[in-house]
T-cell receptor, first 111, second 115 residues
């Protein structure tokens, strides 16, 4: 199993640009999550999904959108990037309890 | 206001000794607690969790203790190994056990285990 994979690893965006962060898992997990981690801080939940076709907002959803058309994939869309979205983004999945499996992260800089 | 606090930004321990990482919380509605380990440039790794109905949970070298009255939990690593050097995050959730991902994370404690 590859576990949770994320692409790209790094990205620099200009203000106002858009991009999609990709996340995939091959463990057949229904629950998937997107978090962001700002420097020196803990992770904060952006969006989560309990299965294909079902998504919901987390603590910091503004400026982001998600979709979940398959069990495996959970892309995160940034529209109109802003400097405040400079962060490291982690995708995660789980079977039971809290998020257990995390991807390696995407480091995003918005200039 | 921080609901989950890890007051020690860093901790240095000698190899073979015990590492004790502490975490305090303010919200009495928190019902489930998790610890994660994170290496630089990698995603967090789940270590161990504990429900509020327990006061201790053990998994190999890792033990988590929960003191509900003090709103305090701690992670003990015995014996500490150089490979344990990482940032450790404490996280808390309500009764859903974190299923909805709405964990409140502390800022982390950087553990250095010296050979």
């Amino acid at each position: 199993n590859a576990g949770v994979t994320q692409t790209p690893k790094f990205r620099i965006l200009k203000i106002g640009q858009s991009m999609t962060l990709q996340c995939a898992q091959d463990m057949n997990h229904n629950y998937m999550y997107w978090y962001r981690q700002d420097p020196g801080m803990g992770l904060k939940l952006i969006y989560y999904s309990v299965g294909a076709g079902i998504t919901d907002k987390g603590e910091v959803p503004n400026g982001y959108n998600v979709s979940r058309s398959t069990t495996e994939d959970f892309p995160l869309r940034l529209e109109l990037a802003a400097p405040s979205q400079t962060s490291v983004y982690f995708c995660a999945s789980k079977v039971a309890g809290g998020p257990k499996f995390f991807g390696p992260g995407t480091r995003l800089t918005v200039l | 206001d921080q609901q989950v606090k890890q007051n020690s930004p860093s901790l240095s321990v000698q190899e073979g000794r015990i590492s004790i990482l502490n975490c305090d919380y303010t919200n009495s509605m928190f019902d489930y607690f998790l610890w994660y380990k994170k290496y630089p440039a990698e995603g967090p790794t789940f270590l161990i969790s504990i429900s509020s109905i327990k006061d201790k949970n053990e998994d190999g070298r890792f033990t988590v203790f929960l003191n509900k009255s003090a709103k305090h939990l701690s992670l003990h690593i015995v014996p500490s190994q150089p490979g344990d050097s990482a940032v450790y995050f404490c996280a808390a959730s309500g009764r859903d056990g974190g299923s909805q991902g709405n964990l409140i994370f502390g800022k982390g404690t950087k553990l250095s285990v010296k050979p």
